[in-house]
């Protein structure tokens, strides 16, 4: 919990009656490596906060090879289906976790609850929203402005844990290249 304190705490000053109603409505959820946590077609009914671990973004295909990564989440970062989230429609993306990993999730349900009974309830969903947003639109903003090594030199500049962590195909796939590709990427640095 001291995580999503910190976290929260830089975004807004919660007081401690909305701390603890805030908290009562959170569940820890410990997810095995490699476990899909969100198939497609399902209503992702939670947000959720990352404690510790990866969860990787991604398109299925038949061909597993042929999947589409487009997003990863660390620890310190909140991760959800999130359009899914909002709607309450079934998500047309899976979440997985790459490595053992431990949320802190609440329920689309229990987050309106908080929202109605809090004072900092809209406030730090709106924040929390408008980082998401941001994120998302950098990302896109490096799909269109930068060369696929400039995605990949940037990726491990800002997490160079990456590599301990993430399969290269993954990797590739997120920066929109193909294995092969990356690979003579990776040759020339």
């Known amino acids: 919990m001291e995580q999503i304190k910190a976290y929260l705490d830089q975004l807004a000053t919660i007081s401690q009656p909305d701390w603890d109603y805030f908290t009562s409505r959170l569940q820890r959820r410990v997810i095995k490596k490699k476990t899909v946590f969100l198939k497609t077609d399902a209503i992702e009914n939670h947000i959720s906060f990352i404690e510790s671990g990866v969860v990787r973004l991604f398109i299925p295909k038949e061909n597993p090879n042929k999947e589409i990564t487009f997003g ?19 998500s047309a993306y899976q979440l997985q976790a790459l490595t053992d990993t431990t949320l802190l999730s609440m329920t689309y349900d229990d987050l309106q609850d908080v929202y109605q009974h809090t004072q900092i309830g809209n406030l730090i969903g709106r924040l929390t929203a408008e980082r998401l947003f941001l994120l998302k639109s950098k990302r896109e903003q490096n799909l269109l402005n930068l060369t696929a090594e400039e995605r ?7 997490r160079p844990e990456l590599l301990k962590v993430i399969p290269l195909k993954y990797i590739s796939s997120y920066i929109g290249v193909t294995a092969q590709a990356l690979s003579r990427i990776r040759k020339r640095l």
Do not use: G, I
Not at 152 to 158: M, R
């Open 72 to 90: 990863f989440s660390f620890k310190n970062q909140f991760v959800s289906a999130y359009d899914s989230f909002l709607t309450q429609t079934p």
């Open 152 to 158: 990949y030199l940037k990726l491990f500049k800002e």
